[in-house]
């Protein structure tokens, strides 16, 4: 249903010869104003994100009655710096030693001064790129200027020699895109980028949300890699056949938290995705492709057990 009222969107906007990131906002809108939710096998009702609130605020009263709050918050806080690398065979010699600085789930309404912590881990440290995979807020409506602010401050304290891509998550609005290109960031909604370097290429495709706002122009995206080393952007691990399947090499997500409240052992209860839950943190392989799901930084509920949020460094080696 929600698949072909999309589709019949499209065409009709096609027709006005209207481009797509223009139709894409009007249909993400749609859909964030709906409360519309979208996976790729079929809709989702709204009663999704109210069980899921519901669920939230028990845990949340649940950790206060039992005094476990605060230690909750404190894991939260408690941030690691993991430096990661990766080889690949067919990565061009000019990326070899290539560094990623991947950010995911940064969740700034949720952490106070969570931008201080991190910039104080990476110590002016200086990367090639920053990627950042979505759900900047931990709100799913209403301001988000507070957040775009803190952002500010964590972009402009980055020393990234390519500058920064950025894609969206299923906590952000299609409102979003225009204040955070205004900072410098490249927003990806179902585009790619190129990183040149002494003529070689580094194709970076990201696109919008699957988790709850997936569209078919997601998918349309991916099939635009070309024959070079590409790099998926994706906030949630949910398309990782695609991805190998349209021969993608590095694919780069977060969205799970690595389960956030996980049983001693690093167990996850929860890992909020449909498809792919095997992927729900760290380094993983799919046929030909490689991923990342990070554990995030931030949290909505800003509570963590068992598992550490972590900002990644990448660095792409030649095999
Ligand atoms: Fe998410």
């Known amino acids: 249903m929600i698949k072909s009222v999309n589709g019949s969107l499209h065409q009709v906007l096609k027709s006005f010869a209207i481009n797509n990131r223009t139709i894409w906002a009007a249909n993400r809108f749609w859909m964030e104003t709906e409360n519309m939710k979208n996976k790729r096998y079929g809709g989702r009702s709204h009663n999704h994100w109210y069980l899921l609130l519901f669920l939230m605020k028990t845990f949340n009263t649940f950790l206060h009655v039992t005094g476990q709050y605060q230690r909750g918050y404190n894991n939260a806080k408690d941030i690691v710096l993991r430096e990661m690398d990766l080889s690949f065979p067919n990565l061009p010699e000019e990326f070899n030693g290539f560094?990623?600085?991947?950010?995911?789930?940064?969740?700034?309404?949720?952490?106070?001064?969570?931008?201080?912590?991190?910039?104080?881990?990476?110590?002016?440290?200086?990367?090639?790129?920053?990627?950042?995979?979505?759900?900047?807020r931990a709100a799913l409506h209403g301001p988000m200027s507070q957040v775009m602010k803190s952002l500010e401050i964590l972009v402009k304290g980055i020393n990234s020699r390519n500058g920064f891509l950025g894609i969206l998550?299923?906590?952000?609005?299609?409102?979003?895109?225009?204040?955070?290109?205004?900072?410098?960031?490249?927003?990806?909604?179902?585009?790619?980028?190129?990183?040149?370097?002494?003529?070689?290429?580094?194709?970076?495709?990201?696109?919008?949300?699957?988790h709850y706002y997936y569209t078919d122009q997601a998918l349309h995206a991916m099939e635009a890699v070309n024959d070079g080393f590409s790099i998926a952007l994706v906030h949630s691990p949910e398309l990782y056949d695609i991805a190998a399947e349209m021969g993608i090499d590095l694919y780069l997500c977060g969205h799970t938290h690595g389960g956030q409240v996980c049983l001693p052992g690093g167990f996850p209860?929860?890992?909020?995705?449909?498809?792919?839950?095997?992927?729900?943190?760290?380094?993983?392989?799919?046929?030909?492709?490689?991923?990342?799901?990070?554990?995030?930084?931030?949290a909505s509920v800003p509570v963590r057990f068992n598992t550490r949020g972590e900002v990644l460094i990448l660095r792409l080696n030649k095999c």
């Open 99 to 136: 560094t990623i600085l991947h950010l995911s789930d940064l969740h700034l309404d949720g952490i106070p001064c969570l931008e201080d912590i991190i910039l104080r881990q990476l110590d002016n440290r200086e990367v090639d790129i920053c990627v950042l995979t979505g759900d900047y």
């Open 169 to 210: 998550g299923n906590h952000d609005s299609c409102h979003m895109v225009e204040p955070m290109e205004r900072m410098g960031i490249r927003m990806l909604i179902n585009e790619n980028f190129h990183v040149e370097r002494s003529g070689a290429s580094l194709q970076f495709i990201g696109t919008d949300d699957v």
């Open 269 to 298: 209860i929860l890992t909020h995705v449909n498809r792919g839950r095997r992927f729900y943190k760290g380094h993983w392989r799919y046929k030909d492709l490689q991923g990342i799901t990070s554990l995030g930084i931030g």
